[in-house]
């Protein structure tokens, strides 16, 4: 109800339709690589046949890939609707699954938002999983903090060189909460969480959420990483919505990026983290493998920051740094193929033409 959320316009009855019943199914027992037929609803109103396949177990070599990308919304072609259609296309060729890295809906407080972005998303995210993390529109918020399902203390992260403020429209990431149910071991699903996948092991992070050394996030971090088995997955993807290494000329969001830096980097490092996901600037931009503002092939981490799924591209002067390596201004997302356990491609594609903007491979040694 619009009283579950922590401020206007979210709590407003204005600004709220009721979206009905949500259900939150547990499947167990699935066996990998299987393919399942399922429906949903009522007896009287049943839905169509949709399918799914099983994950294949932990630790599994075989080749796969995935799509992903961060501040989609709801935007005529070549935004957002361009981009799902494109989506649905890659998930009936065979891409594994999606991890949408915050900036889902751009709802904002206006519930039947989240009504019409869930049924954009419904062709290719009902046949396999959607991984979504939280972005500064779904959580971020300046009143009504007992009301946030987080459980964060007052009113949310605010630290004194950020720019957090009351993005979500009141919503404080009720929404989410009840509409996406993530892998809940942590405690703090869905805010950040980490999941296997084959030979990848993946963790999304919430950059709304204190991340400094002492939080409760970045100690969940630590334990996790250091209980990763790299002979089981190998491969170490991180994902968020704000970027750790982002050149666009937003002071404000440039100053978050710079303490990003300073708090999460030598953790990364420390781990041999891959391949670190970010949003937030509607713009697509990789870097070098980079490690304290130096292009380092031995000790870098390849950042890409893919927040071009579909809210409209943003225009603004460029940082003089030597990391970055690609940079453009246009629709697309992200297509992420693990090869095997020592290559994985990277590629940007473009949703104007289905062209491939950028790529770059990855490579243990």
Request: glycine share 10%; aromatic share 14%; proline share 7%.
């Amino acid at each position: 109800n619009y009283t579950d959320m922590c401020g206007p316009p979210a709590n407003t009855p204005r600004a709220f339709v009721d979206p009905g019943y949500l259900h939150d199914v547990l499947l167990t027992d699935l066996v990998s690589g299987t393919k399942y037929y399922y429906r949903f609803g009522s007896p009287s109103a049943l839905s169509y046949i949709a399918t799914f396949r099983a994950p294949p177990r932990p630790g599994d070599k075989a080749s796969f890939s995935f799509l992903t990308y961060g501040d989609m919304g709801l935007t005529p072609p070549p935004g957002s609707q361009k981009v799902a259609g494109m989506l649905t296309k890659e998930v009936e060729e065979g891409a594994a699954f999606v991890l949408h890295q915050g900036d889902l809906s751009y709802a904002v407080g206006y519930s039947y938002v989240w009504d019409q972005w869930m049924t954009l998303i419904e062709p290719y995210a009902s046949r396999v999983p959607y991984m979504v993390g939280i972005g500064n529109h779904e959580q971020d918020h300046l009143v009504g903090g007992k009301k946030d399902p987080s459980r964060d203390q007052g009113e949310g992260f605010h630290p004194p060189w950020g720019n957090y403020g009351h993005d979500s429209g009141g919503e404080c990431g009720v929404p989410v909460f009840h509409r996406f149910h993530m892998p809940d071991h942590t405690g703090h699903q869905p805010w950040w969480y980490s999941f296997d996948y084959g030979s990848l092991h993946a963790i999304m992070l919430s950059t709304e959420h204190d991340f400094t050394p002492g939080s409760r996030q970045y100690d969940w971090l630590e334990r996790d990483l250091r209980a990763v088995d790299k002979t089981v997955t190998p491969w170490i993807v991180v994902a968020g919505h704000r970027p750790m290494y982002c050149s666009e000329d937003y002071p404000a969001d440039y100053e978050v990026t710079l303490h990003m830096q300073q708090a999460l980097e030598d953790l990364l490092h420390e781990y041999r983290v891959d391949l670190a996901l970010w949003g937030h600037y509607h713009s697509y931009e990789r870097t070098c493998p980079v490690y304290k503002n130096t292009c380092d092939p031995l000790k870098g981490i390849v950042h890409v920051t893919v927040g071009s799924a579909g809210m409209f591209i943003a225009y603004a002067e460029k940082y003089d740094v030597p990391w970055s390596a690609h940079f453009e201004l246009s629709y697309g997302y992200g297509r992420v193929t693990v090869s095997n356990e020592s290559s994985l491609l990277w590629e940007y594609v473009r949703s104007l033409d289905g062209s491939v903007g950028d790529r770059v491979w990855l490579h243990h040694h």
